[in-house]
């Protein structure tokens, strides 16, 4: 089986269909190689994170077994599809939603019921330590929305006068692009967010898939959403009382200094995430694609 990905990933678009299909590397036990629909300086990031990403031409010179499409653009990926077919290539969707004029391939993922998470997540939630008191972790994703909502959140809680360890992923963010932090200050994480959110007391989320980890681990946590499509995962979790939704700086400060001041909600939160999202869903996923290359 030699799977290839076909992701887009930029600032704009976020770099979560990125690390999703890397868990899914992960979990298949394949090499993570990845054509890109983004800029140069994407790819380059990619290729710093562990990714072999290869151009347009190469992608099909290497003759894949199977595609996997992870591409929110109707048109690309039903591009990708047809050739993929052409080659007689087992094909792969992944979903944020499935319907609507998205093209579907022989497996349509849908991340709601499958959530695609890193390996290390599942590993995490067996050891997962008591946090340390009043860590907070801000994960807002790769893109350069994290400069300026991260530091209005620190400025926010400091206006509080709360004495809090906060830490905020840096994502995809080269180093010499990333700002001073007044409150605060940036950590890496180039192989997941797993050690990192088991620290936290409370997390700070968007709707992608930190979101996700978050609730799996059973880390308190606050979602803002930063792009559109991500507030109908925050609606749905939040009703089920897996997360507090929150919208601004300010409306964020606050939910996460009631969280910290506040042990019963935290465990509610906690329990609900644990219920809403488990840690298997990549490996259903990946047993799905070897039936499916084995048919």
């Not at 906690?270 to 039936?291: L, Q």
Request: proline residues 5%; positive net charge.
């Amino acid at each position: 089986m030699k799977v290839i990905f076909h992701v887009a990933a930029g600032p704009r678009v976020g770099f979560g269909h990125l690390v999703r299909c890397r868990s899914l590397a992960r979990a298949l036990g394949v090499p993570p190689v990845v054509f890109i629909r983004g800029s140069r300086q994407t790819r380059t990031r990619a290729a710093a994170s562990g990714w072999t990403v290869v151009s347009a031409s190469a992608f099909w010179k290497s003759s894949p077994t199977v595609v996997v499409v992870d591409d929110p653009s109707p048109a690309h990926a039903r591009a990708v599809l047809a050739r993929a077919r052409r080659h007689r290539c087992a094909t792969v969707t992944i979903h944020d939603t499935i319907g609507g004029r998205a093209p579907q391939g022989d497996l349509a993922v849908d991340v709601r019921t499958d959530a695609l998470l890193d390996p290390s997540i599942a590993i995490a939630k067996c050891w997962r330590h008591k946090p340390e008191p009043r860590r907070v972790l801000i994960a807002l994703g790769g893109g350069s929305h994290v400069f300026t909502l991260a530091g209005a959140i620190g400025e926010a809680i400091a206006d509080r006068k709360e004495q809090i360890d906060l830490v905020v992923a840096a994502g995809f963010v080269p180093r010499e692009q990333r700002p001073t932090l007044a409150h605060g200050r940036w950590i890496e994480a180039p192989d997941g967010l797993a050690a990192e959110l088991s620290k936290a007391s409370v997390v700070v989320v968007a709707g992608g898939v930190t979101l996700y980890e978050a609730c799996a681990l059973g880390v308190p946590a606050v979602a803002v959403a930063v792009a559109s499509a991500q507030q109908p995962a925050i609606r749905r979790l939040s009703r089920q009382g897996a997360v507090l939704a929150a919208s601004g700086a300010e409306c964020v400060a606050a939910n996460v200094v009631n969280l910290l001041g506040d042990r019963q909600a935290r465990r509610r939160l906690s329990g609900a995430g644990c219920a809403a999202v488990d840690t298997r869903g990549v490996f259903r996923v990946a047993d799905r694609i070897r039936e499916l290359h084995a048919a």
